[in-house]
Every structure is written in structure tokens, then in C-alpha cells.
């Protein structure tokens, strides 16, 4: 298919998570997307499994979730033949990506300044931890560390759980998605002025954006503190009653914002406080607990039958187990295989777009290190 990104170069200097999920979203989207690697080892984040799970001799089962659907090129840039062919490279390219500590491109002669020089429309994107100045510009740039430092541990869980991260590397991901916007943005101004545009994100912006409803709540309302409740299931540390998952008889289910009058008369619960509004968030506990009682008494398939008859927002919690046996998992058709260099194939997800209707699929693993240097060479004519 004819995809939006079709014909434009992207050169990956990146580890990890979020510089090479960006260039994940490029590739999907048609471009061409070169990982530049050191030699033999490549990128670390070949190393970085879940659960300790390794595909291939190409690396873990996590870094071929992230890279697939790219090619790579092995370059030692300390060797001068090696940064040459690079720097040739980059005269070709249409985007750089990188998400180097600051100061580690500069040391190569691949920075903004430099790089732009070789190629006076280069669209350079760069990730940081913190920012390429200041005072934590030297902090590792890591997810949790990111999530614990901005205050986002504080908003899951309970009142007596103390801070509890998320279980995705949340901030990498949305930050990934805003480099993604912030290049597809640079490319746009690129179109009109024809010059080289900088793209700019860091990890703890990203996390700051995620947080901007309760960070606007926070400094609007006198700097009071992210107010969990006690009670276990609570959804929201800012949101009122109901708001919440609920044990049932047999499963949880989930009850998102409604009235609280029309769903206490539903769950059989007695006039009460819960006729107030003013009420539902400061006895927030209090109602919570009143309706998690009501709601042990029938099976969560029952609860949801009779509170979506009556049009309350609510849903069966399931494990992965139930979603992807689930018809709107299938329905979804969000799955894909990739085929290994070995002759196995990888199930993994597909890009989450449609572009005219038609889904983002390629079925290209990630690539061994240095895998496609002779295609490569060949196609840019780069000198051996």
C-alpha cells in the first residue's frame, strides 16, 4: 500500500525505548529506517528482556517487539571510514533520531549544528531524560526513575500503598508519541521553508503532559496533594464516587463516571448520603465501600447486564486471557507475525492507525547487527 511516509529516510541513533519506539511509528507509517549500531554488540537495548526472554541470537524477544520493521547499520564512529559513510548518510537522510546523553553526538560531530550543516534540511529530533541544560540534565534518563521523580507514583493504588509505578514503561511510550507528532510537525515546516528544523521532547516533559489534568487541579486548588482513597479499587485520585473497580461475586467490574443516585438505586443500595452531590467525592470512602458490598452479592457478567440496560458506563475487568479470547479483541484484528531470520515467526501487535481504511502491517523482524550494510552501501553508494 501507498503509505503516508513512503520515500523519506530516517536515521536511528537510538537505545532502548523511546527513541526507537519513534522510529517503530515511522517505519509503520512507510519510511525507510536505518538503526545506526556499533559493530558486533549493536544497540544495548538487544540485552533489555521481559522475563529474561530472548528470541534470537538478534536479541530479546522486548527488542524485536520495537524494532521491527527497520534495518541496520553497523558503524564504528570512532573509526574515521566508518563516520565518513554516516555523515554520508545523513547528507541523504530526511530525519535523525537520536536519544544520547547530551554531549555524546557532539563528541562525534553529529549534533543539531553539525548535522545540519551536511544536510540543510535535516529534521533532527532528540530525546533527553531531563532536558539537554540544567540542573538534572545529568540524571539518567530512565522510566521509572522519571515517574518517581514527577509525582506519577502518587496518583495509582490506595492511600496506605505508598507510591506504585505503573506496570508499562508509561512515560517512554508517551514520549515516543511525542517525538513522533514533533517530527511529523518538523516535516510539515520543513515542507514550507525548506530548512532544517530541531525537534526537542524529554522524558519528564512527557510525563509532566500526562499528568496535566491533575498538575492544572494541583496548582489551582490552593497546592493541595493528589487525595487517594483509602479503600482498595478506587480508580481515581481525583474523581468522585463511583469511580472505581468493585470485587463481585465472581470477577470485577468497573464503574466509570455516572450518577450516583440512578446506580445506588440499581446496586439496592438505601437513601443516603448519596443523595447529595456535594457529597460523592469528600464521603468518597464511605460510598465506595456501600456499593463494593451491594456489588459481592451477584457475579460481574450480571452487574453488567443490568447496569449497561440501564445506560450506566460500566465494564467486566478481564486478565489477557479473557481479552484476547474476548470478540472485541478479534474484532480489533490488532495482531501480526513477523518472520525470524531463523524461519520462526513472532505474534506482535500492529500499528494502531488505518490510512485509508487499510491497516499498518509489515511482517519484517528486527534486523541482526549490521544485517543490511551492503544494501545499504550500495543503495546511498557509500565508498567500503
Same mark, same amino acid.
Given at each position: 500500500?501507498?503509505?503516508?511516509?513512503?520515500?523519506?529516510?530516517?536515521?536511528?541513533?537510538?537505545?532502548?525505548?523511546?527513541?526507537?519506539?519513534?522510529?517503530?511509528?515511522?517505519?509503520?507509517?512507510?519510511a525507510r !529506517? =536505518?538503526?545506526?549500531?556499533?559493530?558486533?554488540?549493536?544497540?544495548?537495548?538487544?540485552?533489555?528482556?521481559?522475563?529474561?526472554?530472548?528470541?534470537?541470537?538478534?536479541?530479546?524477544?522486548v527488542?524485536?517487539?520495537?524494532?521491527?520493521?527497520k534495518?541496520?547499520?553497523?558503524?564504528?564512529?570512532?573509526?574515521?571510514?566508518?563516520?565518513?559513510?554516516?555523515?554520508?548518510?545523513?547528507?541523504?537522510?530526511?530525519? =535523525?533520531?537520536?536519544n544520547?546523553?547530551?554531549?555524546?553526538?557532539?563528541?562525534?560531530?553529529?549534533?543539531?549544528?553539525?548535522?545540519?550543516?551536511?544536510?540543510?534540511?535535516?529534521v533532527?529530533? !532528540?530525546?533527553?531524560?531531563?532536558?539537554?541544560?540544567?540542573?538534572?540534565?545529568?540524571?539518567?534518563?530512565?522510566?521509572?526513575?522519571?515517574?518517581?521523580? #514527577?509525582?506519577?507514583?502518587?496518583?495509582?493504588g490506595?492511600?496506605?500503598?505508598?507510591?506504585?509505578?505503573?506496570?508499562l514503561?508509561?512515560?517512554?511510550m508517551?514520549?515516543?508519541?511525542?517525538?513522533t507528532?514533533?517530527?511529523?510537525?518538523?516535516?510539515?515546516?520543513?515542507?514550507?521553508?525548506?530548512?532544517?528544523?530541531? !525537534?526537542?521532547?524529554?522524558?519528564m516533559?512527557?510525563?509532566l503532559?500526562?499528568?496535566?489534568?491533575?498538575?492544572?487541579?494541583?496548582?489551582?486548588?490552593?497546592?493541595?496533594?493528589?487525595?487517594?482513597?483509602g !479503600?482498595?479499587? #478506587?480508580?481515581?485520585a481525583?474523581?468522585?464516587?463511583?469511580?472505581?473497580?468493585?470485587?463481585?461475586?465472581?470477577?470485577?467490574?468497573?464503574?466509570?463516571?455516572?450518577?450516583?443516585?440512578?446506580?445506588?438505586?440499581?446496586?439496592?443500595?438505601?437513601?443516603?448520603?448519596?443523595?447529595?452531590?456535594?457529597?460523592w467525592?469528600?464521603?468518597?470512602?464511605?460510598l465506595?465501600?456501600?456499593?463494593?458490598?451491594?456489588?459481592?452479592?451477584?457475579?460481574?457478567n450480571?452487574w453488567?447486564?443490568?447496569?449497561?440496560?440501564?445506560?450506566?458506563w460500566?465494564?467486566?475487568?478481564?486478565?489477557?486471557?479473557?481479552?484476547?479470547?474476548?470478540?472485541?479483541?478479534?474484532?480489533?484484528?490488532?495482531?501480526?507475525?513477523?518472520?525470524?531470520?531463523?524461519? #520462526?515467526?513472532?505474534?506482535?501487535?500492529?500499528s494502531?492507525?488505518?490510512?485509508?481504511?487499510?491497516?499498518?502491517?509489515?511482517?519484517?523482524?528486527?534486523?541482526?547487527?549490521?544485517?543490511?550494510?551492503?544494501?545499504?552501501?550500495?543503495?546511498?553508494?557509500?565508498?567500503?
Amino acid at each position: 500500500m501507498d503509505r503516508p511516509l513512503d520515500g523519506l529516510l530516517v536515521l536511528e541513533f537510538a537505545q532502548f525505548m523511546a527513541g526507537p519506539t519513534t522510529g517503530l511509528r515511522l517505519a509503520d507509517l512507510g519510511a525507510r !529506517v =536505518i538503526k545506526i549500531e556499533r559493530p558486533v554488540s549493536g544497540e544495548a537495548g538487544r540485552q533489555i528482556a521481559i522475563k529474561n526472554l530472548f528470541v534470537d541470537d538478534n536479541g530479546s524477544l522486548v527488542f524485536h517487539t520495537i524494532n521491527r520493521n527497520k534495518e541496520s547499520y553497523a558503524a564504528d564512529l570512532k573509526n574515521e571510514g566508518d563516520l565518513a559513510r554516516v555523515k554520508a548518510l545523513i547528507k541523504r537522510a530526511d530525519v =535523525i533520531i537520536h536519544n544520547f546523553r547530551p554531549g555524546i553526538m557532539e563528541k562525534f560531530g553529529l549534533d543539531y549544528t553539525s548535522a545540519s550543516q551536511l544536510n540543510g534540511s535535516i529534521v533532527y529530533a !532528540v530525546v533527553s531524560g531531563y532536558g539537554t541544560s540544567g540542573p538534572w540534565a545529568g540524571k539518567p534518563g530512565q522510566d521509572l526513575l522519571v515517574q518517581s521523580l #514527577s509525582g506519577l507514583t502518587w496518583l495509582t493504588g490506595s492511600r496506605a500503598d505508598g507510591p506504585v509505578p505503573f506496570g508499562l514503561a508509561v512515560v517512554d511510550m508517551y514520549c515516543a508519541t511525542h517525538l513522533t507528532q514533533g517530527i511529523l510537525a518538523g516535516l510539515l515546516k520543513r515542507s514550507r521553508t525548506q530548512q532544517s528544523v530541531l !525537534v526537542e521532547v524529554s522524558l519528564m516533559e512527557s510525563a509532566l503532559d500526562m499528568q496535566f489534568e491533575v498538575l492544572t487541579t494541583h496548582l489551582n486548588d490552593g497546592g493541595k496533594l493528589p487525595d487517594r482513597s483509602g !479503600v482498595c479499587g #478506587s480508580g481515581h485520585a481525583y474523581l468522585s464516587a463511583p469511580y472505581g473497580v468493585y470485587a463481585t461475586a465472581k470477577g470485577y467490574i468497573a464503574l466509570a463516571m455516572g450518577d450516583l443516585t440512578q446506580i445506588a438505586g440499581l446496586v439496592g443500595l438505601a437513601p443516603g448520603c448519596y443523595q447529595d452531590r456535594a457529597t460523592w467525592f469528600s464521603r468518597r470512602d464511605e460510598l465506595l465501600k456501600q456499593i463494593g458490598e451491594r456489588m459481592k452479592r451477584q457475579p460481574a457478567n450480571a452487574w453488567e447486564a443490568l447496569l449497561t440496560g440501564a445506560g450506566v458506563w460500566c465494564a467486566v475487568v478481564n486478565d489477557y486471557g479473557a481479552f484476547t479470547g474476548s470478540d472485541g479483541f478479534r474484532h480489533a484484528d490488532m495482531l501480526q507475525e513477523v518472520a525470524l531470520s531463523n524461519g #520462526s515467526r513472532l505474534t506482535t501487535t500492529r500499528s494502531p492507525l488505518q490510512i485509508d481504511g487499510k491497516c499498518l502491517r509489515a511482517n519484517k523482524a528486527a534486523p541482526g547487527v549490521g544485517a543490511d550494510n551492503a544494501r545499504i552501501n550500495r543503495d546511498y553508494h557509500l565508498t567500503s
